[in-house]
Antibody
């Protein structure tokens, strides 16, 4: 069974850092591009970052570029999101998600999602 | 960045109704458009990809159409389980972007 389990969320002060992790199981992790999507309380979905299946390319939303870093470890089947210089507007539920096709950063979208981990940034 | 505009923001309907949600892109995205359903407290669930392809396991009452800049999600006969929120998303180019969501509520 394909599964993604996020961890690492918590309450942090503005300006500090936090690292999220997403453990994948039930599929060949190294075959798929992976993404982070977030949802602020009571708001819509916002794509945050994506990484190619082999880790060679990373993509970011303008709102997090220069502050967040997405990475992956194929030996641990783990996706990570390093979040620095956090702002109150980064408060959200962060989802890890997998695309629905192999070996490409493009033209596949998200068909496997975790349940999310909550990040709260206080002022 | 490509802006995605959904309409309406809220839709009131009854069980059995045929409903349509519209999504417009600020520039052409070919057919690289997905629709998601999200229930409260749950992760989004992919319904439609590549504008009109039905994801495995999704009921056939859901359908998608469109290309270029204008897209629609249609639910042919609304069921009680369908009263929730729907999002469109473009994956033609980075940064990916979502529409603001459409909440389907009971009339």
């Amino acid at each position: 069974q394909e599964q993604l389990v996020e961890s690492g969320g918590g309450v942090v002060q503005s300006g500090r850092s936090l690292r999220l992790s997403c453990e994948a199981s039930g599929f060949t992790f190294s075959n798929f591009a992976m993404h982070w999507v977030r949802q602020a309380p009571g708001k819509g979905l916002e794509w945050v970052a994506g990484i190619s299946y082999d880790g060679s390319h990373q993509y970011y939303a303008d709102s997090v570029k220069g502050r967040f870093t997405i990475s992956r470890d194929k030996s641990q089947n783990t996706l990570s999101l390093q979040m620095n210089s956090l702002r109150t507007e980064d408060t959200a539920l962060y989802y890890c998600a997998r695309v629905n096709g192999w070996y490409s950063d493009y033209y596949y979208t998200l068909n496997v999602w975790g349940q999310g981990t909550t990040v709260t940034v206080s002022s | 960045d490509i802006q995605m505009t959904q309409s309406p923001s809220t839709l009131s309907a009854s069980v059995g109704d045929r409903v349509t949600i519209t999504c417009r892109a600020s520039q052409s995205i070919s057919s690289w458009l997905a629709w998601y359903q999200q229930k409260p407290g749950k992760a989004p669930n992919l319904l439609i990809y590549k504008a009109s392809s039905l994801e495995s396991g999704v009921p056939s009452r859901f359908s998608g159409s469109g290309s270029g800049t204008d897209f629609t999600l249609t639910i042919s006969s609304l069921q009680p389980d369908d009263f929730t929120t729907y999002y469109c998303q473009q994956y033609n180019s980075y940064p990916w972007t979502f529409g603001q969501g459409t909440k389907v509520e009971i009339k």
